[in-house]
């Protein structure tokens, strides 16, 4: 049973950074492609960054440059550092997986089968 569950969020200034980390259970690394998503409030979840289990990335354009999206397979834990955050980052940020195939992207989201509960990120100026 693939399991996922997310930490590190919080409440922030505009201009300051987090790390979200996501423990995931019960899937090899390079058999999924996992992706970080956010949804604000009264708006539809969106995503913001994908990796693949070759370590290929992509952003969402709104964050490139900003966020970084990593995994470190001996902790079996996936990770998103934001930087410079903006208030407009405001939102639930869920980590999800999906098994790997032809693509890796967020842009897919209804591919994504296994989700965690999310975290709550808040920025304010």
């Known amino acids: 049973q693939v399991q996922l569950l997310e930490s590190g969020g919080g409440s922030v200034q505009a201009g300051g950074s987090l790390r979200l980390s996501c423990a995931v259970f019960?899937?090899?690394?390079?058999?999924?492609?996992v992706a970080w998503f956010r949804q604000a409030p009264g708006k539809e979840r969106e995503g913001v960054a994908a990796i693949d289990g070759d370590g290929s990335t992509s952003y969402a354009d709104s964050v490139k440059g900003r966020f970084t999206i990593s995994q470190d397979n001996a902790k079996n834990t996936l990770y998103l550092q934001m930087n410079s955050l903006q208030r407009e980052d405001t939102g639930m940020y869920y980590c999800?997986?999906?098994?790997?195939?032809?693509?890796?992207?967020?842009?897919?989201?209804?591919?994504?089968?296994?989700w965690g509960q999310g975290t709550q990120v808040a920025v304010s100026s």
């Open positions: 019960g899937y090899t690394y390079n058999d999924f492609c």
């Open positions: 999800a997986a999906k098994w790997r195939g032809s693509y890796c992207s967020f842009m897919y989201i209804r591919d994504f089968r296994f």
